[in-house]
């Protein structure tokens, strides 16, 4: 069984940086694509990246797409997104998540962790 712990969300000023890891307890996820995603109060939650199991594949929404960078340690276990020129729009509650390719770690993930606030003040 994999548990995914989030962290390293905050408060941060408009065009701050954050960085989130997404570390694996239980078992190992080297073998797994990682998505990340982000609900916002009132919102549905929303894709926001992924990465593949060896950290060559990568997706990002549009949303992000030039802002955020989705990298992974398999040696340590953890997935990271770093978060650079964050916006108000930005603010959410961000998971992970896994699943055996990037297309399902996009769509249909297996596991979930918890989720860590990111809050971007205007």
């Known amino acids: 069984q994999v548990q995914l712990v989030e962290s390293g969300g905050g408060l941060v000023q408009h065009g701050g940086s954050l960085r989130l890891s997404c570390a694996a307890s239980g078992r190992t996820f080297s073998g797994s694509a990682v998505g990340w995603f982000r609900q916002a109060p009132g919102k549905e939650r929303e894709f926001v990246a992924a990465i593949g199991w060896s950290g060559a594949n990568t997706n990002y929404a549009d949303s992000v797409k030039g802002r955020f960078t989705v990298s992974r340690d398999n040696s340590e276990n953890t997935v990271y997104l770093q978060m650079n020129f964050l916006k108000p729009e930005d603010t959410a509650v961000y998971y992970c998540?896994?699943?055996?390719?990037?297309?399902?770690?996009?769509?249909?993930?297996?596991?979930w962790g918890q989720g860590t606030q990111v809050t971007v003040s205007s």
């Open positions: 998540a896994t699943a055996p390719t990037i297309a399902q770690a996009m769509s249909v993930p297996r596991y």
